[in-house]
């Protein structure tokens, strides 16, 4: 493989470097496939000096999946990490050689076949797997924790360093031990802080704990004491406790049975992954492609109250509709772009909006949001369809006072802003019709 020279920059899935060498794509040259990958390469700014490289990648053992071995193979894999894949995508044979050398540093460091595995699915051959875990768009990589693919699918970097780092951070231990139960008053109360305190290790309650923070790690820091630390909280035995962000919200008790994956998995789930999320550039992409419309509050970093009143009414007022539409709040500074769509500044936060990726709609005054069923029947609007017509054709006719002359208000809603944090075409093919896996 070519070496990495200093100061070459990642383009998607093609490496460049501004007046060095410009690569063109495998699937350009006859030939490429199977094992052998080459190209064409030219020195920029000489486009008469043509370098031809040919390079074989080392050997390797990545496994892949059918319907046959899927289950299997996972389920007995402490961690899995999947390439979803179609040969036909050139992003796709770009990866191939990165996810095998990585795969080759990985075994090294984790020998044991079940450590770690490398595996990929030809979703062109295997429609069926593809459609399983809804893949939209080539390459996807997922990462399974015992047969269970995690919600946070692989995003970073396409190089050997960033996918080896990657599986070295998940094999670390997600639970952080106390040796003094006077470190908990040091804990970064700006994070949502999920404490296990048993009697001993060795005990199938803590095995399930640690699976639950094998998952959710991304989400909550995981802390544990045992023995003679955790003997102060042990009142009626092992348990497990919920410390909210900030200092004022009272801590949570599990009283649920402990060695029940399932109910210590919701549990936990539902205090580390709030109703209303944060969005953020880093996460942006990941939310977009849930593919459920928007309700953002768009507030300043430090007013906290407003998200609370917003909080509390999402909670209030909309708590059936979490399936259908994304609750989410975002810093008036860093989203700057989006307040300008909808002809807003900082200056006017708070302001609630729905994104629904095709337009962006405002909600009236903030303060309206105390109204009972206000916020409710503004998502319920949305999906009417009432946002929409109204924004094209003026108030429906339901909305006129009788005698009223019935206008016809030509207008454009502003576009979708954070459509545009959507995975981008220069990184992955993306399938437009699912039906077509």
């Not at 429609?127 to 924790?145: N, V």
Request: glycine fraction near 6%.
């Amino acid at each position: 493989m070519l070496p990495a020279a200093p100061g070459r920059q990642v383009l998607g899935s093609c490496e460049s470097r501004p007046g060095a060498l410009e690569p063109w794509s495998p699937e350009a040259v006859p030939g490429v496939g199977g094992a052998l990958c080459c190209g064409l390469m030219r020195l920029a700014g000489n486009p008469e000096l043509e370098v031809t490289w040919v390079f074989t990648p080392v050997t390797t053992e990545i496994t892949s999946l059918d319907t046959e071995n899927i289950d299997d193979i996972l389920n007995n894999a402490d961690v899995a990490l999947v390439n979803f894949y179609a040969d036909w995508c050139r992003f796709s044979q770009m990866l191939h050689p990165i996810f095998e050398e990585a795969s080759n540093v990985i075994k090294e460091e984790y020998p044991n076949e079940n450590q770690v595995v490398f595996a990929r699915v030809d979703c062109d051959q295997h429609s069926d797997i593809a459609q399983r875990y809804r893949i939209s768009k080539y390459p996807t990589l997922k990462l399974f924790r015992n047969g269970m693919m995690m919600k946070r699918e692989y995003r970073g970097q396409r190089s050997v360093k960033a996918l080896a780092d990657y599986i070295r951070q998940q094999k670390s231990d997600p639970v952080q031990e106390l040796h003094d139960l006077a470190e908990i008053t040091t804990l970064d109360r700006s994070k949502r802080n999920i404490i296990g305190y048993f009697e001993q290790k060795d005990s199938e309650n803590y095995r399930v704990f640690e699976r639950v923070a094998n998952i959710l790690h991304d989400d909550c820091a995981f802390l544990s004491a045992f023995g003679a630390v955790s003997k102060p909280e042990r009142y009626s035995g092992d348990n497990i406790i919920y410390k909210p962000p900030g200092h004022s919200a009272p801590d949570m008790v599990y009283l649920g049975s402990m060695t029940n994956f399932d109910g210590t998995y919701n549990w936990i789930q539902d205090k580390c992954v709030p109703l209303v999320r944060e969005i953020t550039f880093e996460n942006g992409e990941e939310l977009t492609e849930e593919g459920l419309p928007f309700l953002i509050l768009f507030h300043m970093k430090e007013d906290t109250e407003s998200l609370e009143i917003f909080q509390n009414e999402v909670a209030r007022q909309l708590i059936s509709e979490k399936g259908t539409i994304n609750f989410l709040h975002a810093d008036c500074d860093k989203f700057r772009h989006p307040l300008l769509h909808i002809q807003k500044t900082p200056a006017d936060c708070p302001v609630i909006a729905i994104d629904s990726f095709r337009h962006m709609y405002v909600f009236g005054d903030f303060r309206d949001v105390l109204i009972p069923g206000k916020l409710k029947q503004f998502v319920f609007d949305l999906h009417s369809g009432k946002l929409h017509r109204e924004f094209h054709h003026g108030p429906d006719p339901t909305d006129i006072a009788p005698g009223q002359q019935v206008q016809d208000v030509a207008s454009s809603p502003p576009e979708s802003s954070f459509q545009k944090l959507a995975p981008s075409e220069y990184r992955y093919t993306l399938l437009r019709d699912r039906d077509e896996l």
